[in-house]
């Protein structure tokens, strides 16, 4: 078994950026450079061979390349309790038309996109724990006019992820670039 997700690598200067935020807030575990990505989707822990199917089949989505920005702070939360920090997109229809291709793909396999949620693009900053809703809002308020810079997106990526040893988290490997056609 292989666990997989579809997504958008990020450039190293928009990286920096999201690097160069404030981090002053307790209780916020923030991600590092190398988990700064944008799913498209989740698929999830599948065998082997299905996951080289699923390799091949997204090499055959044909779309052009095209320009985001990341910007405005929110959160996540079940209830009153914040539990996801992330930095949302600029508004983009090239993005959406992109992630519902890659979703298609998933869906031909007769895998499932394992988000639970409508596709909200966004890049995740920090897993909260025991983080108040005040203290989110008020980190919020004084980030919010975040706004990366214009970036190129020429590909999309394949990424596989694993446990770290003794149980410290996961750590993410590019399986395959799929390339966009530039116009």
Sequence with gaps: MIRLFVGLS?????KEQLMSLDKNLPGALWKSADKLHLTLSFVGNIEEPLADELAQELRFIRFPAFHLSLKEIGYFATGDMPHHLWVGVDEDKALKELQEK???????????????????????????????????????????LFHSDLFL?????????HAKEAGEGRYYKLEEQYPLNLV
Excluded at 153 to 161: A, I, P
């Design 153 to 161: 997106v020429e590909t999309f990526d394949l990424f596989s992820s």
């Design 10 to 14: 990020l450039p190293e200067k928009v």
């Design 102 to 144: 890659v979703v298609g793909v998933v869906r031909k396999l007769g895998l499932s996109d394992q988000d639970k949620f409508k596709f909200h693009p966004h890049v995740t900053l920090a897993r909260l724990q025991g983080v108040s809703l005040s203290d989110v809002m008020a980190y919020i308020s004084k980030n919010n």
